[in-house]
């Protein structure tokens, strides 16, 4: 192999500073939540390109991060126990890992560099071995590989931010340490996002409440003794645990206290321990127009497309950080013109479609646009309920870094496809049933004997728990055949009231609350259960990596078969013609 010829390019330093190491390349976005373990900093997610690759000390180049706003929750954890890359370079203005690693530096005093490059710049980064980083330049070739001096801590920019008297006055610590740093964060992400103005917003979804690991409970904890307290009203995300039935669950007390504790830090500063993932489910999910500071991916996928809410994809902690200010920046999705389609999607082909059909659509659009808003047409005439459209919109936020999506009489802002649309069209897709079932197949693991029905992801609503109760009556599950649903407490009590959790037990089911798919492990999922079925997407990408399992993915009606013990196939859905059609 030859010596490669030093070469630099010059970028913009999201987060500036100096590294230098080995390049881990990747054209393929990456998700940290669900796609790099916290502790070892290796890649779990067993469908990137990378998978199986450890990041510790290394220059990762991807195009940026996508899926779980959480991402950034699991980069400050490795930026904290001393497994995250050495440095990042990205290809786009990246949100979610930044803010990682601004929180790590304002909270911990730990940072790393993060660099965006042009795209050409970016893809020439795919044949270097080693690279280095020193403020906005990328070095890349012989002489790249020398060590590199510490990260160099940032200050927030604020110079072209327009600051209320009581902005800036948070920000000079009038109003104490913690509402001081949450300024302070909010500021720097505002610079990044090129925002010139701050908005008040009228609620928060708390995505920073799941545990993932020590610095994620410490970083709490602090906030709190600098006297962190919400001001506007404020919901929490799917923690860790079950907190009412972890113990008979049997899961640890060494996971379990702190995730639990963790919790229970946000409720003292102020949050309702709604403790969901689907906070769109709740009585008080926002209004068409209404500003909105929600994290977690599906949600704010649901919140901007089907409310017509308006919302960024924020990462963790800034939605914390947002919720002590009531501010945010004025840009992305909260802006009129930027919700606007720069894709085209025309759904065809299809001679029939089940519950499947949405979870998969939504899978393989986030795989078409990357982080473009798209809008679809041809489901005029499927009349998707509001549970297909979270299955779509759950799909869609684990392959898209996207905030949003339209569908062309079905979702608020799209009356007509001209109602959506922006002034330049960036590519048109053709979406047929062959796609879909080209990504049954990817998410379908060579295995039919099935140990574990996994349902939930995003959490239950009330009418899917009824749908389930109306498959399963007057049958029992095979005593083989675990069956587990995640739901909110709302929902279970409404379930319970209602008489559905009382005959779902009886069938065999077991519920799950506070905590979701995405958090849950030994021995909530049985040591025996060697392959899992779920009709989600999200939890059929991520499961693998997360539990260690093969998994399978079908309607809901297939997943009660299972349950009854009943061989699922591997034949691929008939939804339409042939795919040589």
Not at 9 to 14: P, W
Request: one cysteine or more.
């Amino acid at each position: 192999m030859g010596v490669e010829a030093p070469k630099t390019y010059v970028g913009k330093a999201l987060v500036r500073g100096r590294a230098a190491g080995q390049v881990e390349f990747s054209d393929t976005a990456l998700s940290f939540w669900g796609g790099v373990d916290s502790f070892s900093g290796e890649v779990i997610d067993r469908h990137h390109p990378l998978s199986g690759r450890n990041l510790s000390g290394k220059i990762l180049a991807i195009p940026g991060g996508r899926g779980s706003c959480t991402g950034s929750s699991v980069l400050m954890e490795l930026i904290v126990n001393g497994n995250a890359p050495a440095g990042i370079v990205v290809s786009r203005q990246e949100e979610i890992l930044s803010l990682g690693v601004i929180v790590a530096e304002e909270v911990f005093g730990r940072s790393i560099p993060v660099v965006q490059l042009s795209e050409r710049d970016f893809e020439a980064l795919a044949d270097c071995s080693q690279a280095s980083i020193d403020g906005d330049l990328v070095l890349v070739g012989a002489s790249s590989g020398s060590s590199a001096a510490p990260a160099r801590l940032e200050r927030p920019h604020v110079g072209s931010l327009r600051l209320t008297e009581r902005d800036r006055a948070i920000l000079d610590g009038k109003m104490g340490k913690a509402a001081q740093v949450a300024m302070k964060v909010t500021a720097r992400m505002a610079d990044i996002q090129d925002a010139e103005e701050l908005i008040d917003v009228s609620q928060v979804h708390v995505d920073g409440c799941i545990y993932t690991g020590p610095t994620s409970l410490e970083f709490a904890k602090r906030m709190l003794g600098w006297g962190a307290a919400v001001i506007v009203p404020t919901s929490l995300n799917s923690i860790s645990v079950d907190q009412m039935r972890w113990r008979e669950q049997g899961v640890a007390a060494e996971l379990a206290g702190p995730a639990s504790e963790l919790g229970e830090a946000y409720a003292s500063m102020g949050a309702k321990k709604t403790f969901t993932c689907a906070p769109y489910q709740l009585d008080t999910a926002p209004k068409l127009g209404d500003q909105v500071v929600w994290a977690e991916s599906n949600a704010v996928v649901y919140a901007n497309s089907v409310l017509g809410a308006r919302t960024t994809k924020y990462p963790d902690y800034l939605d914390l950080c947002i919720a002590l200010t009531g501010r945010a920046p004025l840009t992305g999705a909260h802006v009129a013109e930027n919700r606007k389609a720069t894709i085209v999607v025309e759904v065809s082909g299809f001679a029939a479609h089940d519950d499947m059909v949405y979870p998969l659509l939504g899978y393989h659009v986030g795989k078409l646009v990357g982080d473009a808003i798209p809008v679809l047409r041809g489901l005029e005439n499927w009349q998707p309920n509001l549970d297909d459209l979270k299955a779509f919109g759950a799909g869609f936020a684990t392959t898209s870094g996207s905030p949003m999506f339209h569908i062309v009489g079905v979702t608020p802002e799209a009356q007509s496809l001209e109602d959506v649309l922006a002034g330049t069209v960036l590519s048109r897709h053709d979406v047929r049933p062959a796609d879909l079932a080209a990504e049954w197949a990817s998410l379908n693991a060579e295995a039919e004997i099935i140990g574990l029905v996994a349902l939930g992801n995003p959490h239950f609503s009330f009418n899917e728990i009824g749908k389930l109760a109306s498959l399963c009556r007057g049958t029992k599950k095979h005593p083989d055949v675990h069956v587990l649903v995640t739901c909110n407490r709302d929902t279970f009590l409404r379930a319970s009231e209602a008489g559905l959790i009382r005959e779902l037990r009886e069938f065999g089911v077991q519920f799950i609350t506070d905590t979701c798919w995405c958090m849950l492990g030994e021995p909530v999922i049985p040591q025996t259960a060697e392959t899992i079925i779920t009709n989600s997407a999200k939890f059929a990408h991520y499961g693998p990596g997360l539990t260690g399992r093969k998994l399978r993915i079908g309607t809901l009606a297939d997943c009660v078969d299972a349950a009854r013990g009943q061989v699922i196939g591997r034949v691929p859905p008939a939804w339409g013609p042939s795919p040589s059609q």
